[in-house]
């Protein structure tokens, strides 16, 4: 987890959803009542939005190129059940689509995924491939390939395993006597 310019748009509402588990320490903020307030939750909404929270993981995880992390419910059918509403803006009429009611965090995150889908940033949104992080990053390099949250941390520690796992470099050296 670094520090990272937060995602364009609507897709900061789902970085940060996704964001409020720390993989490695377990901490959840959705655990606490300003976590719920944050995203305008009950403490009987809590539940939904976990599985909310993973269910986009996997997506930004698979947006990575990286299998999901554990089994959960496809996002599709979470937010296939999100009401929304198509709005026209009548200075220039360009369209979107909006929640039909502002309240339900599935409503904001399904308007949030349409936007990006529209603007094409749908799949910049991904999460980290380290197994103790997928922290949940806008990835803005160029060729649109970034694996990691941040190179300084994440990506380090991958290439400092990678290099490790090598075999020894045998340092014997045959002397003539």
Same mark, same amino acid.
């Given at each position: 987890? #670094? ?7 609507g897709?900061? @509402?789902?970085e *940060?959803? %996704?964001?409020? =588990?720390?993989v490695?320490?377990?901490?959840d903020? =959705? ?6 307030? @944050? ?5 009987d909404?809590r539940?939904?939005a976990?599985v @909310?929270?993973? *269910?986009?993981?996997?997506t930004?995880l698979? /947006?990575?190129?990286h299998?999901?992390h554990?089994?959960?419910?496809p996002?599709g059918?979470?937010?296939? /059940?999100a009401p929304?509403?198509?709005t026209v803006?009548?200075a220039?009429?360009?369209? +979107? ?6 309240g339900?965090?599935l &409503?904001?995150v399904a ?10 940033t ?7 491939a380290a197994? #103790?992080? /997928?922290w949940?990053?806008?990835?803005? &390099?160029?060729? +649109?390939?970034?694996?990691w949250?941040?190179m300084? %941390? ?5 290439k400092?395993?990678?290099y ?6 045998s #340092?014997e &050296? &045959?002397?003539?006597?």
């Amino acid at each position: 987890m #670094t520090e990272r310019s937060p995602a364009p748009e609507g897709l900061a @509402l789902i970085e *940060s959803l %996704v964001n409020t =588990l720390d993989v490695e320490s377990g901490r959840d903020t =959705l655990d606490t009542a300003d976590g719920l307030r @944050l995203f305008g939750l009950t403490e009987d909404e809590r539940p939904g939005a976990q599985v @909310l929270r993973e *269910s986009l993981r996997a997506t930004l995880l698979a /947006h990575a190129g990286h299998p999901p992390h554990r089994a959960v419910t496809p996002l599709g059918e979470l937010l296939a /059940h999100a009401p929304l509403r198509v709005t026209v803006d009548p200075a220039d009429g360009s369209a +979107g689509l909006a929640p039909a009611d502002t309240g339900p965090l599935l &409503s904001r995150v399904a308007a949030a995924v349409a936007q990006a889908l529209v603007a094409g940033t749908w799949t910049r949104l991904k999460a980290c491939a380290a197994e #103790t992080c /997928h922290w949940a990053y806008y990835d803005r &390099s160029p060729a +649109g390939r970034g694996r990691w949250c941040s190179m300084q %941390v994440c990506g380090a520690r991958a290439k400092m395993r990678r290099y490790r796992a090598k075999e020894p470099y045998s #340092t014997e &050296s &045959s002397t003539a006597t």
